[in-house]
């Protein structure tokens, strides 16, 4: 089964859940162009909660929080992340809607997008957005890593019910939305606000998000050094209780994640080791991004570190 | 009625410069005197509001006719987005003495409106105010829009001066409104002589009702001097908004008392007019009025200051 | 073109005076060879070849002080020997790896300036199970967890190490009384002689820099007792010749070494030192001592370490030996570092006082005066000669207060009065 299908028809089954559920979106109508909402377009009783919306990204992302607000539970569906960069004022806006009230309102906006290499757009479209987004106070960012639990992230990040729900970012990275997955998991298992450890290992840890979390895998491999992998998940807020305890653990750290290094994310866990975890640190934290400048289409892939550098990394930090 | 350069073009009224009631308008159906008391609140409050020397703030005084409308033609089950001058709604929508100083004083730590000066008061669904330009507008349409979801026969209003009107996301909520028969009212205060925008900036004489119009939106324009035609078009906005027919904007033409217009432009005084030639003013109402409005506010003032020393 | 530095020789050991070259330009040397003589504070040392090549330029000359890190030659390459000169554009070369032969001690790698590098996780398991990170071997130019974890699993014993030693302060010189004011006629002697300038470097920088870092650190005090010796004297001219027997020249220093053990165990705050960094006063629970020694290069500290476990005659013995080894400057790093408290002599000399400076960071030191027979009133109020020597003990008032460092002193005037007492002690 492909991840797109599987994220179809967990968002028609997110409709099935709760009537106050609504999915909007250009083009949403006609099942969206990454098709997530195909399967509701499909479904007699579910069509009339899928709502299109004009090309008018800041609006959008406004009228979704002002429906949170109503009472309803929407889940705005971006074509590309373009639609939340040029979106960034209404949704800071939406960020801070709770908070402005005075009393920490509810705010049960769920956005989901993707983001990355993988359809050879190049460009905007292929850089990694999430640290844009994590920096945007009162929104909580999270980020799917294995294909698998794809479907898992979208049901678990539409879980707003909290008397303090905040608007909520899901990010989809292209090449997760193009993988197969043999089985789609219904549950992620875990609270979607955490950390969590995917692969055990002594000799170092690498902390991964995203389309990196395979090549993170992948890299372990291909260095035969027992390393452990995390997937940071949650990037904003970050788990930073997980985090750190799994910083200590080895005390020999590789951060790597897709775009640039430089202002990315990978730098704020840095902070956070060097913080709260300085004493366990036994090699330099070692960061292997993606590329700090603008990718053509046919470069697009160097958005994302390769398993070679990611691999080289583990085995200069566990060698150190 | 003799017309003066103060007048504006293309406005509709109920009232002459003399508060009469023109010969073939019905009266809203409205308790006119509370109206009155409540504008003059609005005109006392915001006298002092502007002696606490406030920062980014701005006087309403003019203006208070739509902004005390929108309080009145609401109903409890509907939601207002006020703009970043209009702490006139929540005064008139009954806020709390203490809360609306402790807020305007600033004094809120744990989230609150975007600046001193604003207020925010969710419990009688009047949303805070946003930091964003216009971003209220599409709030307020995304609310009005939940409201229908959820078969509630309820309206959102967001207010806002004609200014706003040259952005993207005001362009962009009349779309999203339109293609969704959102039941959303914006009550747009247009100024005369605006005092910030640019002559190039194309809202001097333009008539932002046409435009909305032009976008498919139900639009009327009326004469923000009189009270009683802003609050029958409003109500009328709403009631069509509440019976599923779609968004709606009400374009009021207003003048700033600091351009000193002749005293027919003033709302307040063209209701008192009306009052007065109804039998219905006495020098000792206004005495009262004037006096009650602004004793709850500096009393609650003192406490805040009182509890900062 | 590699460059051979002159490498991290050992914990507080920033530069050090190039003596004397073994290899000259075109020799061969081999990985671990010695090529150079260094000297330092602390001894004279040959620092081996971190490779095999070829010396192909002496970059400091004998005699000149070159900086740890200090490039001090260029080798050429190992099988043939380059034509030209280096230039400028040479790629960086690897840094010289350390010998563990350069520094018998430490062989943890350095910054340079005595700070070992290690990762912070190294550090905290090392201070959580009081592990010295400098006896830890980094074979990676630095220390890491698993290299203190290895160290932990074979301990090896080795000193606590101390910072750098200093000498004491000379003894004070009488002045003569001030002429009468009669007219001054000055004999033809000729021109008066050039002034002479000695270089200020080596041994006597050294010296010097050690001096001025206490002086100006720790907060000088001086306290000086009168000690009746007389009984001393007599025990010691009974055991001169008994040890004499055994080869061992017994004199006043080691009675006074274990007098001023025994004080320092009943006052352990003067065997102390005072971290400030850390804002701690490390308190010793190690006795040992310092001899300062005048050497021909200057004064020099061996060390006695453990005084508290060693016999009085091998007290005597060690102190011979580190003399002399000091003197003829053999004596090994382990030897010149590591005391918790310094006595210096003044004995020869004499003097009535002295104010010793601190053998920072030590917080006591005691100057030992000349014995002197001098009239004295004994208890039955008769006039006799008695043998009286001066003490006189300088601490650091931040550590050691006036009546810790007054008790300290009469603690060991205590045993020095009555060595019968040093008997019952046990030594």
Same mark, same amino acid.
């Given at each position: 089964?492909?991840?797109?299908?599987?994220?179809?028809?967990?968002?028609?089954?997110?409709?099935?859940?709760?009537?106050?559920?609504?999915?909007?979106?250009?083009?949403?109508?006609?099942?969206?162009?990454?098709?997530?909402?195909?399967?509701?377009?499909?479904?007699?009783?579910?069509?009339?909660?899928?709502?299109?919306?004009?090309?008018?990204?800041?609006?959008?992302?406004?009228?979704?929080?002002?429906?949170?607000?109503?009472?309803?539970?929407?889940?705005?569906?971006?074509?590309?992340?373009?639609?939340?960069?040029?979106?960034?004022?209404?949704?800071?806006?939406?960020?801070?809607?709770?908070?402005?009230?005075?009393?920490?309102?509810?705010?049960?906006?769920?956005?989901?997008?993707?983001?990355?290499?993988?359809?050879?757009?190049?460009?905007?479209?292929?850089?990694?957005?999430?640290?844009?987004?994590?920096?945007?106070?009162?929104?909580?960012?999270?980020?799917?890593?294995?294909?698998?639990?794809?479907?898992?992230?979208?049901?678990?990040?539409?879980?707003?019910?909290?008397?303090?729900?905040?608007?909520?970012?899901?990010?989809?990275?292209?090449?997760?939305?193009?993988?197969?997955?043999?089985?789609?998991?219904?549950?992620?298992?875990?609270?979607?606000?955490?950390?969590?450890r995917i692969r055990d290992g002594q000799a170092a840890t690498v902390f991964a998000?995203?389309?990196?979390?395979?090549v993170a895998l992948d890299a372990v491999a291909h260095a035969q050094i027992d390393a452990a992998v995390v997937?940071?998940?949650?990037?904003?807020?970050?788990?930073?209780?997980?985090l750190?305890a799994e910083a200590k653990a080895t005390g020999k750290i590789v951060i790597a994640?897709?775009?640039?290094?430089?202002?990315?994310?990978g730098?704020?866990l840095a902070?956070?080791f060097?913080?709260?975890a300085?004493?366990h640190l036994d090699a330099p934290i070692t960061r292997v991004?993606?590329?700090?400048?603008?990718?053509?289409?046919?470069?697009?892939?160097?958005?994302?570190p390769?398993v070679?550098r990611v691999a080289e990394a583990i085995a200069h930090v566990a060698n150190y | 009625?003799?017309?003066?350069?103060?007048?504006?073009?293309?406005?509709?009224?109920?009232?002459?410069?003399?508060?009469?009631?023109?010969?073939?308008?019905?009266?809203?159906?409205?308790?006119?005197?509370?109206?009155?008391?409540?504008?003059?609140?609005?005109?006392?409050?915001?006298?002092?509001?502007?002696?606490?020397?406030?920062?980014?703030?701005?006087?309403?005084?003019?203006?208070?006719?739509?902004?005390?409308?929108?309080?009145?033609?609401?109903?409890?089950?509907?939601?207002?987005?006020?703009?970043?001058?209009?702490?006139?709604?929540?005064?008139?929508?009954?806020?709390?003495?203490?809360?609306?100083?402790?807020?305007?004083?600033?004094?809120?730590?744990?989230?609150?409106?975007?600046?001193?000066?604003?207020?925010?008061?969710?419990?009688?669904?009047?949303?805070?105010?946003?930091?964003?330009?216009?971003?209220?507008?599409?709030?307020?349409?995304?609310?009005?829009?939940?409201?229908?979801?959820?078969?509630?026969?309820?309206?959102?209003?967001?207010?806002?001066?004609?200014?706003?009107?040259?952005?993207?996301?005001?362009?962009?909520?009349?779309?999203?409104?339109?293609?969704?028969?959102?039941?959303?009212?914006?009550?747009?205060?247009?100024?005369?002589?605006?005092?910030?925008?640019?002559?190039?900036?194309?809202?001097?004489?333009?008539?932002?009702?046409?435009?909305?119009?032009?976008?498919?939106?139900?639009?009327?324009?009326?004469?923000?001097?009189?009270?009683?035609?802003?609050?029958?078009?409003?109500?009328?906005?709403?009631?069509?908004?509440?019976?599923?027919?779609?968004?709606?904007?009400?374009?009021?033409?207003?003048?700033?008392?600091?351009?000193?217009?002749?005293?027919?432009?003033?709302?307040?005084?063209?209701?008192?007019?009306?009052?007065?030639?109804?039998?219905?003013?006495?020098?000792?109402?206004?005495?009262?009025?004037?006096?009650?409005?602004?004793?709850?506010?500096?009393?609650?003032?003192?406490?805040?200051?009182?509890?900062?020393? | 073109?590699?460059?051979?530095?002159?490498?991290?020789?050992?914990?507080?050991?920033?530069?050090?005076?190039?003596?004397?070259?073994?290899?000259?330009?075109?020799?061969?040397?081999?990985?671990?060879?010695?090529?150079?003589?260094?000297?330092?504070?602390?001894?004279?040392?040959?620092?081996?070849?971190?490779?095999?090549?070829?010396?192909?330029?002496?970059?400091?000359?004998?005699?000149?002080?070159?900086?740890?890190?200090?490039?001090?030659?260029?080798?050429?390459?190992? &099988?043939?020997? !380059? $034509?030209?000169? @280096? #230039? %400028?554009?040479?790629?960086?070369?690897?840094? *010289? /790896?350390?010998?563990?032969?350069?520094?018998?001690?430490?062989?943890?790698?350095?910054?340079?300036?005595?700070?070992?590098?290690?990762t912070?996780a190294?550090?905290?398991?090392?201070?959580?199970?009081?592990?010295?990170?400098?006896?830890?071997?980094?074979?990676?130019?630095?220390?890491t967890k698993a290299?203190?974890?290895?160290?932990?699993?074979?301990?090896?014993?080795?000193?606590?190490?101390?910072?750098?030693?200093?000498?004491?302060?000379?003894?004070?010189? &009488?002045?003569? !009384? $001030?002429?009468? @004011? #009669? %007219?001054?006629?000055?004999?033809?002697?000729? *021109? /008066?002689?050039?002034?002479?300038?000695?270089?200020?470097?080596?041994?006597?920088?050294?010296?010097?820099?050690?001096?001025?870092?206490?002086?100006?650190?720790?907060?000088?005090?001086?306290?000086?007792?009168?000690?009746?010796?007389?009984?001393?004297?007599?025990?010691?001219?009974?055991?001169?010749?008994?040890?004499?027997?055994?080869?061992?020249?017994?004199?006043?220093?080691?009675?006074?070494?274990?007098?001023?053990?025994?004080?320092?165990?009943?006052?352990?705050?003067?065997?102390?030192?005072?971290?400030?960094?850390?804002?701690?006063?490390?308190?010793?629970?190690?006795?040992?001592?310092?001899?300062?020694?005048?050497?021909?290069?200057?004064?020099?500290?061996?060390?006695?370490?453990?005084?508290?476990?060693?016999?009085?005659?091998?007290?005597?013995?060690?102190?011979?030996?580190?003399?002399?080894?000091?003197?003829?400057?053999?004596?090994?790093?382990?030897?010149?570092?590591?005391?918790?408290?310094?006595?210096?002599?003044?004995?020869?000399?004499?003097?009535?006082?002295?104010?010793?400076?601190?053998?920072?960071?030590?917080?006591?030191?005691?100057?030992?005066?000349?014995?002197?027979?001098?009239?004295?009133?004994?208890?039955?109020?008769?006039?006799?000669?008695?043998?009286?020597?001066?003490?006189?003990?300088?601490?650091?008032?931040?550590?050691?207060?006036?009546?810790?460092?007054?008790?300290?002193?009469?603690?060991?005037?205590?045993?020095?009065?009555?060595?019968?007492?040093?008997?019952?002690?046990?030594?």
């Amino acid at each position: 089964m492909s991840v797109l299908t599987s994220l179809s028809e967990m968002m028609a089954q997110l409709l099935r859940e709760d009537r106050r559920r609504v999915v909007l979106g250009e083009d949403a109508r006609d099942g969206g162009m990454l098709g997530l909402s195909r399967t509701c377009i499909a479904d007699g009783t579910l069509r009339e909660r899928v709502i299109a919306t004009p090309l008018s990204p800041t609006t959008a992302v406004a009228h979704a929080a002002g429906l949170a607000r109503g009472g309803a539970r929407p889940i705005l569906v971006f074509a590309s992340p373009l639609g939340l960069l040029e979106g960034l004022a209404g949704l800071r806006e939406a960020a801070r809607l709770g908070w402005r009230t005075g009393q920490s309102a509810a705010v049960p906006l769920l956005m989901v997008t993707p983001s990355g290499p993988g359809f050879g757009l190049g460009e905007e479209a292929a850089e990694a957005i999430e640290a844009t987004l994590a920096r945007v106070p009162g929104l909580r960012v999270l980020c799917a890593g294995q294909p698998a639990e794809a479907a898992a992230w979208l049901h678990a990040a539409a879980q707003l019910d909290d008397d303090d729900a905040v608007p909520t970012v899901l990010v989809l990275p292209r090449r997760v939305l193009l993988a197969d997955t043999d089985e789609a998991l219904p549950d992620l298992g875990r609270a979607c606000t955490s950390a969590a450890r995917i692969r055990d290992g002594q000799a170092a840890t690498v902390f991964a998000w995203g389309e990196t979390v395979q090549v993170a895998l992948d890299a372990v491999a291909h260095a035969q050094i027992d390393a452990a992998v995390v997937d940071v998940g949650c990037l904003a807020p970050l788990d930073a209780a997980t985090l750190v305890a799994e910083a200590k653990a080895t005390g020999k750290i590789v951060i790597a994640h897709a775009g640039p290094a430089a202002g990315g994310l990978g730098a704020e866990l840095a902070a956070l080791f060097a913080d709260q975890a300085i004493l366990h640190l036994d090699a330099p934290i070692t960061r292997v991004t993606g590329a700090d400048a603008p990718l053509s289409a046919a470069l697009e892939a160097q958005a994302v570190p390769t398993v070679a550098r990611v691999a080289e990394a583990i085995a200069h930090v566990a060698n150190y | 009625m003799e017309t003066t350069a103060w007048d504006p073009e293309g406005v509709t009224t109920v009232l002459d410069h003399s508060g009469r009631l023109s010969d073939q308008s019905r009266p809203p159906q409205v308790d006119i005197r509370a109206y009155y008391k409540a504008l003059v609140g609005a005109r006392r409050i915001d006298a002092r509001l502007g002696e606490l020397g406030l920062p980014m703030w701005a006087s309403c005084a003019g203006e208070e006719a739509p902004l005390v409308a929108t309080a009145l033609v609401a109903r409890p089950e509907d939601w207002i987005y006020p703009g970043s001058r209009d702490t006139a709604i929540a005064i008139a929508r009954g806020m709390d003495w203490d809360e609306l100083a402790r807020q305007v004083l600033g004094r809120h730590t744990g989230g609150g409106p975007a600046l001193p000066g604003r207020v925010c008061a969710d419990a009688l669904h009047v949303a805070p105010t946003t930091g964003a330009l216009g971003m209220h507008l599409p709030l307020a349409a995304g609310h009005a829009q939940a409201l229908r979801i959820a078969g509630r026969k309820a309206v959102a209003f967001a207010s806002f001066g004609e200014g706003l009107t040259t952005t993207g996301v005001f362009a962009e909520t009349l779309a999203l409104a339109t293609a969704n028969d959102v039941p959303l009212v914006l009550v747009c205060r247009s100024q005369q002589w605006p005092g910030q925008a640019p002559a190039e900036a194309g809202v001097v004489g333009d008539s932002v009702a046409d435009r909305a119009r032009a976008a498919g939106v139900w639009s009327r324009r009326v004469d923000g001097a009189d009270p009683l035609v802003v609050y029958a078009t409003l109500a009328a906005a709403a009631e069509r908004a509440r019976d599923g027919r779609g968004p709606a904007l009400v374009e009021a033409v207003v003048t700033q008392l600091v351009h000193e217009p002749p005293p027919h432009r003033d709302p307040v005084e063209r209701l008192r007019r009306h009052l007065e030639s109804t039998g219905a003013w006495t020098s000792t109402f206004q005495d009262v009025l004037d006096a009650e409005a602004v004793a709850h506010f500096d009393r609650a003032l003192a406490a805040q200051r009182g509890a900062r020393a | 073109m590699p460059e051979f530095k002159l490498p991290a020789i050992g914990e507080g050991v920033v530069e050090g005076e190039i003596v004397r070259w073994l290899k000259q330009p075109g020799d061969a040397v081999s990985a671990n060879e010695a090529i150079v003589e260094v000297m330092t504070d602390k001894a004279t040392v040959e620092i081996p070849s971190p490779r095999d090549a070829i010396v192909q330029e002496i970059v400091a000359a004998e005699g000149t002080i070159a900086a740890v890190g200090e490039v001090i030659a260029l080798f050429g390459d190992s &099988a043939v020997v !380059p $034509a030209s000169k @280096p #230039t %400028p554009a040479a790629p960086p070369p690897a840094p *010289a /790896p350390i010998s563990p032969a350069a520094a018998p001690v430490a062989a943890a790698p350095t910054n340079g300036a005595g700070k070992v590098l290690a990762t912070p996780a190294a550090r905290a398991h090392a201070r959580e199970h009081g592990i010295d990170l400098a006896a830890v071997s980094g074979d990676r130019g630095r220390v890491t967890k698993a290299d203190v974890l290895r160290a932990q699993a074979t301990p090896t014993p080795t000193p606590t190490p101390t910072p750098t030693p200093t000498p004491t302060s000379a003894p004070a010189v &009488a002045q003569a !009384p $001030a002429p009468a @004011p #009669t %007219p001054v006629v000055r004999r033809d002697l000729g *021109a /008066p002689a050039a002034d002479e300038t000695i270089p200020f470097r080596g041994m006597r920088r050294i010296i010097a820099d050690g001096l001025k870092k206490s002086y100006s650190t720790a907060v000088h005090y001086t306290y000086v007792e009168q000690v009746d010796v007389s009984k001393l004297v007599e025990v010691r001219k009974q055991a001169k010749n008994a040890a004499a027997e055994q080869g061992v020249a017994l004199s006043y220093l080691p009675f006074i070494v274990k007098a001023v053990v025994l004080a320092l165990k009943r006052y352990p705050i003067v065997n102390a030192e005072l971290d400030e960094a850390n804002a701690q006063v490390i308190v010793r629970k190690r006795y040992n001592i310092g001899i300062a020694t005048a050497t021909d290069n200057g004064l020099m500290v061996p060390v006695l370490h453990d005084a508290d476990r060693l016999s009085l005659l091998d007290v005597a013995r060690e102190i011979d030996r580190l003399s002399n080894a000091a003197r003829a400057m053999k004596a090994s790093r382990d030897e010149l570092t590591g005391s918790t408290f310094t006595i210096t002599s003044l004995g020869a000399i004499g003097g009535v006082l002295a104010t010793p400076i601190l053998n920072y960071p030590e917080v006591g030191i005691l100057g030992v005066h000349a014995i002197r027979k001098t009239p004295v009133v004994d208890d039955n109020d008769n006039i006799v000669i008695g043998h009286l020597m001066n003490l006189s003990v300088s601490l650091d008032h931040r550590v050691v207060d006036g009546f810790e460092g007054a008790s300290f002193l009469q603690e060991v005037r205590r045993y020095l009065e009555d060595p019968t007492l040093l008997l019952l002690a046990g030594i």
